[in-house]
């Protein structure tokens, strides 16, 4: 029932910026812990950034701190990944990962299709 899109990946030259989108629309619940991960061939996937509904912090990936920020918009239903300083290894697939709920109690997740970021000269 719930639709995430995942957009604003593309090429970018190492140390150059993208934001990518996650608009999350289709379902009555409310929306509560948003991820952003990352899957490159071969290897792990990875959690990029954790954001909570509110008042806790957002927890990052080590090895993008200090570059990438993650920021939600609870009006409009959709979370960002500004990534700044981009690296050869930042390339991959991004995944926006959902959480549903009701009364605090989640209930269900959903997963966007992904968005390739490639970085590359």
């Known amino acids: 029932q719930a639709q995430i899109v995942e957009s604003g990946g593309g090429l970018v030259q190492p140390g150059g910026s993208l934001r990518l989108s996650c608009a999350a629309s289709g379902s009555l619940f409310t929306i509560y812990d948003i991820r952003w991960f990352r899957q490159t061939p071969g290897k792990e996937r990875d959690l990029v950034a954790h954001?909570?509904?509110?008042?806790?912090?957002?927890i990052y990936l080590n090895s993008v701190k200090g570059r990438f920020t993650a920021s939600r918009d609870n009006v409009n239903n959709t979370a960002y990944l500004q990534m700044n300083s981009l690296k050869p290894e930042d390339t991959a697939v991004y995944l926006c990962n959902v959480d549903y709920g009701r009364s605090g109690r989640v209930l269900d997740s959903w997963w966007g299709r992904g968005a390739q970021v490639t970085v590359s000269s």
């Open positions: 954001i909570p509904r509110t008042g806790a912090s957002t």
